[in-house]
């Protein structure tokens, strides 16, 4: 069921793309009427095509297939994006040609196409190369009326989704983990989807993430990918060793690792609750999680903190349960690890899946962060939604207090 609800997914976007591909073609036609050139743009978008298609029909034959079609969306993006984008001027030039009976189209402006569409091609290039390390700080401030007063001023740094097994540069993983530790925040929170498929893919990392330090605890959740369930096994009993293995490298690396359960964190005598539920996604991810549970034994009245990996949870449950659950960080959507975020503006094709994506949210007084995503999976960069590190900071509203 999930595999064909994110084959669908996947269908829709590829054909948008080549809806877009087929408008380009004309600013080709406009340039050149070399045939060996257009039969060349469609022989190699064709074969591109093809090769995605078979390739996501078999993925779940393991993790050739999945290198194997990371390559392909990433020669997807190279071919299509740049296409896409740039044909914004053609369309812009239809508006007029349609008042002037539809004319030929210009040289120039199809040449003025051409042109955006190579600088696009630069910047996908930076983002495949340079841009899944390409690492971000991003900071938010949240304030809350009934924070005990002992964490005013408390921090907290969110990572998510570090996708192990697709990870090759020690330095620049590296890189990243000291920017964590340089943040200095009270607390280290991780929100899931620690490797792609199996546990082995940490062994090499295990020892840098064990470095990672917060004065008051490393926390953790599993992610959708953490159970194992995009791949074959020889057996049932193999792929739950392998959960197992992974509860264990989360126990080597420091982190508390919490399954449907809460746990206190304590400051001068006053204390939120940290909550962390295992996965739970609509549109046929798997629900694991059980927030009920994961509250039995807390009161009405203590402020909550709730780590949960897909933030579909936080609209589906989180914001109508019984427990009023303050503040909720998510991760799983990567951003799509393609989009726009310049001078406020955040665009990516994502938003169309998931209604909270990236940043902050909030609802009837109850807070969402969702984080970007730490490392990367599929596609092998990021182009425009680069890889984050979240610190927030808990604020004591005394004005809505005093109110």
Request: net charge neutral; charged share 20%.
């Amino acid at each position: 069921m999930l595999f064909i609800y994110m084959a669908k997914r996947f269908l829709l976007i590829l054909s948008l793309f080549l809806l877009g591909d087929i408008y380009f073609y004309q600013a080709v036609v406009t340039i050149t009427q070399n045939p060996a050139l257009h039969l060349s743009y469609w022989v190699i978008d064709i074969l591109l095509v093809a090769g995605i298609i078979s390739t996501v029909f078999i993925l779940r034959a393991g993790n050739q297939v999945q290198r194997l079609l990371s390559l392909l969306l990433t020669a997807m993006l190279l071919i299509f994006i740049p296409k896409v984008f740039s044909s914004v001027i053609l369309s812009a030039e239809d508006v007029f040609r349609l008042f002037r009976g539809f004319p030929p189209r210009s040289l120039y402006i199809s040449e003025a196409t051409l042109a955006l569409a190579g600088l696009i091609f630069l910047i996908i290039i930076f983002g495949v190369t340079r841009g899944k390390h390409f690492y971000r700080i991003k900071k938010e401030t949240i304030y809350f009326p009934d924070l005990p007063e002992a964490f005013d001023g408390f921090t907290i740094t969110q990572i998510s989704d570090v996708h192990s097994g697709s990870f090759s540069d020690a330095k620049s993983v590296q890189k990243g983990l000291d920017l964590v530790n340089s943040q200095n925040s009270d607390l280290l929170l991780f929100t899931g989807d620690l490797v792609n498929n199996m546990a082995s893919e940490m062994d090499q990392w295990i020892p840098m993430f064990t470095k990672l330090k917060a004065p008051y605890g490393k926390y953790s959740v599993l992610g959708n990918h953490d159970y194992g369930d995009y791949i074959r096994w020889e057996s049932n009993a193999a792929k739950e060793a392998n959960l197992n293995r992974l509860k264990e490298v989360h126990v080597e690396t420091g982190f508390k690792l919490l399954l449907n359960e809460a746990v206190e964190i304590n400051k001068q005598g006053e204390s939120v609750a940290l909550i962390g539920v295992e996965n739970w996604g609509k549109g046929g991810f798997h629900q694991y999680g059980d927030l009920k549970k994961a509250t039995s034994k807390l009161t009405d009245n203590s402020f909550k903190i709730l780590m949960s990996h897909d933030p579909s949870h936080w609209d589906e449950v989180t914001v109508d349960h019984e427990q009023h659950v303050h503040l909720t960080l998510a991760g799983h959507t990567h951003g799509m690890q393609f989009g726009i975020e310049l001078f406020g503006f955040k665009w990516s094709p994502i938003k169309y899946f998931y209604k909270q994506w990236a940043g902050l949210y909030k609802q009837g007084g109850k807070y969402l962060y969702v984080n970007r995503g730490f490392g990367f999976h599929g596609l092998r960069g990021r182009i425009g939604i680069w890889p984050e590190i979240t610190v927030l900071t808990l604020k004591r509203d005394r004005f809505n207090q005093l109110a």
